[in-house]
């Protein structure tokens, strides 16, 4: 459970969903998904699976090359932007979107957005997280400022402060769907699942900070301590705020669906075993 836990605490998610009035349409929002980097988010979903089967006692390897088919296919590009739309197109206000899409169309906010569909799409997370491990604590070294930038930044994304638990409503998801579709046989039922599950919970949020830290300084390691806390101070803006609180919700939802959908397509390449 704890590789596919660090898997998914990579993806800092929150679960609330706001409904709102005036969303935007469709043209708009694929535009919106394309300028502020969120359609290349999704898409990194797909990366966060390779460590499920790890979660049933299982390796990526026990399947052959008939997992990476099935990991392209449930988690197809299309179908997740899809998803994205048909949620947003219902929640999205025009003016929420287009401030955000306003910061994000300028020369920092596209620099931005390259810098974080690179570091999103970068499959060695073992290289990624040395790597900004090693920065932070070189800036701790030097009581850099930056190292609070990185703080506030990571905060403000996730001002809903439930992504401990997205992960594991995830994780109770995809275990009950696996269940269901006999890939493994759960000696639990869900409520003593979901309370086993957060028996660790302050290990978690621990973990979920030092990941969010570790891949924000890997992440902006390029741009200059001005431009830190020039991005920090547009994420705490109040539309901003409420603009991330959505987007986390849709990228949840969209990893539960997917990772039930992935469940389930499991049963016809694994047999039963108990976990």
Request: charged letters at 25%; hydrophobic letters at 45%.
């Amino acid at each position: 459970m704890r590789a596919l836990r660090a898997g998914l605490a990579a993806l800092v998610v929150t679960m609330a969903m706001p409904v709102m009035a005036l969303a935007a349409d469709r043209a708009k929002l694929q535009d919106f998904l394309q300028v502020t980097g969120f359609d290349v988010a999704l898409e990194s979903i797909r990366l966060s699976a390779e460590s499920a089967p790890q979660m049933l006692g299982m390796q990526a390897e026990d399947f052959g090359t008939e997992w990476t088919r099935l990991t392209t296919d449930v988690f197809k590009t299309e179908t997740m932007h899809d998803l994205a739309l048909n949620i947003l197109e219902r929640t999205l206000e025009d003016d929420m979107l287009s401030h955000a899409a306003d910061f994000y169309a300028t020369d920092l906010g596209q620099r931005l957005v390259e810098a974080e569909n690179a570091s999103h799409m970068k499959e060695d997370d073992t290289l990624k997280h040395e790597s900004g491990e090693a920065i932070v604590a070189g800036l701790e070294r030097l009581e850099s400022p930056r190292l609070e930038y990185l703080k506030r930044m990571n905060e403000a994304s996730d001002t809903a402060g439930v992504s401990v638990r997205a992960i594991q409503e995830i994780q109770v998801r995809f275990l009950m769907a696996a269940a269901g579709a006999g890939v493994i046989e759960l000696q639990l039922d869900e409520p003593d699942l979901r309370e086993l599950l957060s028996s660790d919970e302050d290990v978690l949020k621990e973990e979920v900070a030092a990941s969010a830290l570790t891949g924000a300084a890997y992440t902006y390691q390029s741009f200059s301590d001005q431009e830190v806390l020039e991005y920090t101070e547009a994420l705490e803006h109040p539309k901003m705020r409420h603009v991330y609180d959505l987007m986390n919700a849709v990228q949840y939802e969209i990893m539960a669906n997917r990772f039930e959908a992935l469940a389930r397509a499991m049963q016809s390449l694994q047999p039963s075993q108990e976990l």
